[in-house]
């Protein structure tokens, strides 16, 4: 099982996806420069954060057209698992790899800060499993459960036709939606005034997942929560089930 | 040849620099301001192309055809 931590750039958040594959799963993961032809050896390809090519035009419309997204349009049509976070979340959908665009949040404000995301789909590839945290407590995977995860960004916005959201709606495809502590859906709870919340969605077949919190920011007690295991050790474990490997053992942070 | 294209968004979505340009506007003593709209325009000089192809870069690259339209005039 090989995973991939994709560079344009630019990219900024390529470091601490890799450190969470490396140290937290142990696995096989290579930076790939996106120049790359080609990723058809890697089983999980991870677009990190950042700001490609300085956000020119729109954010992640030119990395779109790196050479290496080719490859990765192919490997995710064959069913293979592509995770998207912030920017690289804004490369899959100028790629038309998952639908809908993100613009300038509402306030024109950068947001960095901790908020709360509702788990709203809890059988997909990346959010199905249960993790044990530092301190022994579970973090179980069922819908309403509320993720801790830091967000960093100025075009958060969710956008998309009425036709596109009914479709996201109607067939689970809202993994994640901004909430309150309560898991309120509501404006207040809002950061970036995106459609009905959305903070995460997947394509139709579930295996290309773009968000635009930072689980990989969320995977040590240090940096304040580890909810973003929650994502990573479900799409982990459905990479190695896929590849039939050994499931993954968690190094504990001492 | 000079191509120049405009890119606005869409009517039907949110600009949300175009409302913060329109409230500065408004207190700038301009109340009359309806609203305002803020886009990209870009000049192109390129050989070798036609139209069709121009197009097509559009709706491709200079364009995001869920969130802007484009409109595109092409100088000899």
């Known amino acids: 099982m090989k995973a991939a931590v994709i560079r344009f750039p630019g990219s900024n958040c390529d470091q601490d996806c890799y450190h969470v594959l490396k140290e937290t799963y142990a696995l096989d993961v290579e930076y790939v420069w996106h120049k790359e032809a080609s990723v058809e050896q890697f089983d999980l390809i991870v677009l990190p954060g950042g700001f490609s090519y300085g956000d020119y035009l729109r954010c992640g419309a030119i990395a779109r057209y790196s050479p290496v997204m080719r490859s990765v349009a192919t490997e995710a049509e064959r069913g293979k698992l592509v995770l998207g976070i912030c920017n690289g979340f804004q490369i899959l959908c100028e790629a038309r790899l998952l639908p809908g665009a993100l613009i300038r949040n509402n306030s024109l404000h950068f947001v960095c800060e901790h908020i709360h995301a509702r788990l709203e789909n809890m059988e997909t590839p990346y959010t199905h499993t249960e993790v044990t945290k530092a301190d022994g407590k579970l973090l179980t995977a069922r819908t309403g459960l509320l993720l801790k995860l830091p967000i960093a960004h100025g075009e958060g916005n969710y956008r998309a036709d009425d036709e596109t959201l009914r479709d996201l709606n109607r067939n689970n495809q809202i993994i994640l939606r901004y909430s309150d502590e309560r898991g309120a859906i509501s404006g207040e709870a809002n950061p970036n005034g995106s459609a009905e919340n959305i903070a995460g969605i997947t394509n139709r077949a579930g295996n290309i997942f773009g968000l635009m919190p930072h689980p990989e920011r969320a995977c040590d007690p240090l940096l304040g929560s580890e909810d973003g295991k929650l994502i990573f050790q479900s799409v982990v474990e459905t990479a190695m089930k896929k590849t039939k490997t050994a499931a993954p053992t968690t190094k504990r942070v001492t | ?76």
């Open chain 2, 1 to 76: 040849m000079k191509a120049k294209v405009t890119v606005m968004p869409k009517k039907s979505v949110l600009d949300p620099q175009g409302v913060a340009v329109r409230d500065a506007m408004r207190h700038h003593g301009l109340p009359g301001v309806g609203s305002v709209r803020i886009g990209k325009f870009m000049e192109i000089e390129i050989d070798g192309a036609n139209e069709a192809q121009l197009h097509e870069i559009c709706r491709d690259l200079l364009s995001n055809p869920v969130i802007e339209d484009y409109d595109l005039k092409v100088e000899a």
